[in-house]
């Protein structure tokens, strides 16, 4: 159940990144940011309501607000980054948040066997080979690599800690939305902020209502990332499921060849083939 839940985490962040990259292209990042967690924020709201998880509140729903602090700010400087480009930075650097949440596990005592050690080195190999690493060049792809190493220690620390805001489904429903809620807020603050310092809310030509089914994509598929995450986690060796959930680069990358029409360059085939590699291997571990 964890490597399942945990893949289903990668799917799902691959293509909200995917989308989320393309939509900042067009839209600023703060408004997609913002937009895209409030279309979240209703449809969690409407679910904690019938499922009745108000009754799940308590103290650990703190972790729900500092993701949700911690959240808006790794998203924000990944979805920059992929506008600045190229995605051979900041594909594979994301994944390097995947130390936080293992380290937690590794703190609480969890030790991987041999087999899920090797599957581990081979899955990360993999996933930063996927991107196509790139580090020469411009200026602007210094700024990239900064700001995909700031997203990943972010969205590092959000694995760490929605994992440990529930310890059911609809308390999980509940911290996730909870989290939304301070993901809007922080985000929405920060839209205020920009725009009051003359930075553009819109693009030119108004709200970008054809993009507002994306971003309804963005928002659910990233909420749901989050919750496949946190049930992988519970379930099993966090170790193994932060690894595994941090295979969404590869599935970024597949997405830009798929939809872009980007080619894959060697490098990023046998990224992709080492991570499919550990993937087997953590599993079968």
């Known amino acids: 159940m964890t490597a399942l839940f945990a893949l289903a985490t990668s799917l799902l962040w691959g293509l909200a990144d995917f989308g989320g ?59 920059k980054a992929l506008a600045l480009g190229p995605m051979g930075v900041v594909s594979p650097l994301g994944s390097i948040g995947v130390a936080v949440p293992v380290g937690v596990g590794l703190v ?21 080979l996927a991107g196509g690493p790139q580090f020469r060049g411009a200026p602007v792809q210094r700024q990239a690599v ?5 997203a990943a220690f972010g969205f590092g620390a959000v694995m760490a800690l929605i994992a440990e805001a529930s310890t059911t489904l609809t308390g999980l429903f509940l911290a996730l939305f909870v989290q939304r ?55 099993g060796p966090v170790t193994v499921a932060a690894v595994l959930a941090s295979l969404y680069p590869v599935v970024t990358a597949v997405a830009a060849r798929g939809v872009l029409r980007e080619r894959l360059r060697a490098v990023q085939a046998a990224g992709a083939g080492l991570a499919l590699v550990g993937t087997v291997l953590l599993a079968s571990g």
């Open 181 to 235: 809620v301070t993901n809007v807020a922080a985000g929405g603050l920060a839209l205020y902020v920009s725009v009051r310092r003359g930075a553009p809310a819109l693009p030119a030509d108004g709200f970008p209502w054809r993009s507002l089914p994306a971003l309804a994509f963005v928002g659910l598929a990233d909420v749901a990332a989050n919750g496949t995450y946190a049930i992988a986690a519970q379930h």
């Open 21 to 79: 990259g393309l939509l900042t292209r067009r839209t600023p990042a703060l408004t997609v940011v913002v937009v895209s967690q409030s279309i979240a924020v209703v449809v969690l709201g409407a679910v904690v309501v019938a499922t009745g998880g108000w009754s799940e509140a308590g103290p650990q729903l703190w972790f729900a607000v500092t993701a949700g602090l911690v959240g808006p700010v790794a998203m924000l400087a990944f979805y």
């Open 146 to 150: 900064v700001l995909t190493l700031l």
């Open 108 to 128: 609480l005592g969890e030790r991987p066997g041999l087999l899920q050690f090797v599957g581990i080195l081979v899955a990360v190999a993999g996933v930063c």
